[in-house]
């Protein structure tokens, strides 16, 4: 009995192992596809789990390829394309594939524009022949192109990238799709991937962590420090110094986080984030507006001084709101980074779990400063009422 069910758990283990190797161990060299086309040469890509498959002809100059994902989502579309002009997804010429809400499988050819919009039309080169199958999981643009003698070696772009409604929506601009460019010769056969998005990424990184930490922490902890602190008074007047080190040191790293950003959105025509970038600029001119009323602020005694805290609170409150939303929409930009984001909503909760601990102890000190001012002024009151009894007596 033993024997047996040893026998069988090996037997098991042996299958499950055969499977794992030949699984990890089938490249595109050994793939068959459905229509059993043959392939002299192809390249498994280094993202997107994607593969290029393709035979030149030389005597005519036209190529028959066949791009192929791996484990390709129904609500998401596939794009592979060439693109003279650089490694990047802009005025490129594409051929894209998708299925239908209906079921239909549906592919074209696009000629990617600088806002990255993928409406059918026509190439700079002849595809007189693209299909697409959808099999076992696997989603294939089957083609053949034309090639002029500038595109026999060139940049090779490939991308995945959800659905809205039957249409391509925007694809994600980080991690593998920030990386799924290279070189392709024909020819040679020769494959190269780049790493031309990879200084992009850091960029964007940066830009990332310097807003974060500026307007979305250093921001909030001043506003902690004003709001808390200034009631304890063994405090005294370091509250207000620490207050300004951390807006003030918030604003220049900000500035920096912005300049970043607005150098990145500089770099990548086509490729917009408008609620993004429209919240940043309405958040460096609040916090411009904010150091400026610094140089503006009146005397504690001053008539004026009412309305400026009216000001400087409106807008020191709402630029820190503005700028943890529009942290959260730049997580939503950077999604690879999930790290961060549950980072910072650690942040948050920490940050927000101090005010409300101060909000309650604060409000117990002005509580007990008032209870003992109406004490003091009470018994201050009686004894001078019994003084003047008894000067009258």
């Not at 020819?187 to 790493?195: I, L, W």
């Not at 730049?330 to 942040?347: C, H, M, P, S, T």
Request: with cysteine.
């Amino acid at each position: 009995m033993e024997k047996s069910l040893t026998a069988t758990v090996l037997l098991s283990c042996t299958l499950l192992i055969s499977l794992f190797v030949s699984s990890s161990a089938q490249t595109c060299g050994t793939y068959t596809f459905s229509n059993n086309q043959i392939y002299s040469t192809c390249t498994n890509l280094p993202q997107l789990s994607c593969s290029l498959h393709w035979n030149y002809h030389s005597s005519n100059m036209t190529a028959d390829i066949a791009f192929r994902k791996t484990g390709a989502s129904t609500s998401n579309w596939i794009a592979w394309a060439l693109n003279p002009s650089g490694a990047r997804m802009a005025g490129s010429q594409a051929l894209v594939a998708y299925r239908r809400s209906n079921g239909s499988l549906y592919t074209y050819t696009t000629q990617v524009d600088g806002s990255g919009s993928m409406v059918p039309g026509s190439l700079s080169f002849e595809v007189p022949n693209i299909t697409v199958d959808y099999s076992g999981g696997d989603m294939t643009i089957f083609a053949t192109l034309k090639l002029t003698s500038g595109l026999l070696s060139t940049y090779q772009v490939w991308q995945e990238g959800p659905l809205s409604g039957d249409n391509p929506g925007p694809h994600s601009l980080s991690g593998e799709n920030g990386q799924s460019v290279g070189s392709l010769d024909f020819v040679s056969g020769s494959v190269n991937s780049t790493g031309a998005t990879s200084s992009k990424a850091r960029k964007r990184n940066v830009h990332g962590v310097l807003n974060a930490v500026s307007w979305g922490i250093l921001m909030p902890v001043g506003i902690i420090i004003a709001r808390y602190l200034k009631v304890f008074k063994s405090a005294g007047p370091a509250w207000f110094y620490l207050h300004a080190i951390c807006q003030t040191s918030g604003y220049a790293v900000g500035v920096a986080g912005w300049a970043t950003g607005m150098k990145l959105g500089s770099d990548s025509p086509g490729i917009t984030y408008d609620t993004h970038r429209n919240l940043g600029i309405t958040i460096f001119a609040l916090g411009t507006l904010q150091v400026l009323a610094l140089l503006l602020r009146p005397k504690p005694d001053h008539k004026y001084r009412l309305y400026w805290n009216i000001y400087h609170h409106t807008v020191g409150y709402t630029t820190v709101i503005l700028s943890i939303f529009n942290i959260f929409e730049g997580f939503d930009a950077l999604d690879r980074e999930k790290n961060w984001k549950k980072a910072y909503i650690g942040v948050l909760i920490f940050l927000g779990s101090v005010a409300v601990v101060l909000e309650a102890v604060t409000w117990m000190i002005v509580i007990k400063r008032k209870k003992t001012a109406n004490s003091d002024k009470h018994a201050n009151g009686v004894n001078g009422y019994g003084s003047r009894v008894q000067q009258t007596v």
